[in-house]
């Protein structure tokens, strides 16, 4: 069982940064950022393959966020800057264990953590 633990998340102005961090027990798993907002469907942010050789972005956030791994430490990251009020949600890491070519399709991921939640005010 893979154990994913989410951090990083406050309440921020407009145009602050944050870094949200995921550590994940276990092996290491092709990983991924959604987030939710009030009253929204969850959506994809950004994903990482395990190698780290491969990243994707939702086209909202491209430009602003980016993600990263440390494997030695089995620590997913997303650094978010230039936050905007629409970013507000509830952020969550996730893992997938295998690849078909599209990071952003929700059902592909097998385990996710609590989520942190994450305030941009204007």
């Known amino acids: 069982q893979v154990q994913l633990v989410e951090s990083g998340g406050g309440l921020v102005q407009a145009g602050a940064s944050l870094r949200l961090s995921c550590a994940a027990s276990g092996r290491l798993y092709h990983m991924g950022w959604f987030r939710q907002a009030p009253g929204k469907e969850r959506e994809f942010v950004a994903a990482i393959s395990w190698t780290g050789s491969h990243t994707d972005y939702a086209d909202s956030v491209k430009g602003r966020f980016t993600i990263s791994r440390d494997n030695a430490k089995n620590t997913v990251y997303l650094q978010m800057n230039s936050l905007i009020p629409e970013d507000t949600a509830v952020y969550y890491c996730?893992?997938?264990?295998?690849?078909?070519?599209?990071?952003?399709?929700?059902?592909?991921?097998?385990?996710w953590g609590q989520g942190t939640q994450v305030t941009v005010s204007s």
């Open positions: 996730a893992a997938r264990p295998s690849y078909s070519g599209d990071f952003s399709r929700e059902y592909d991921y097998d385990y």
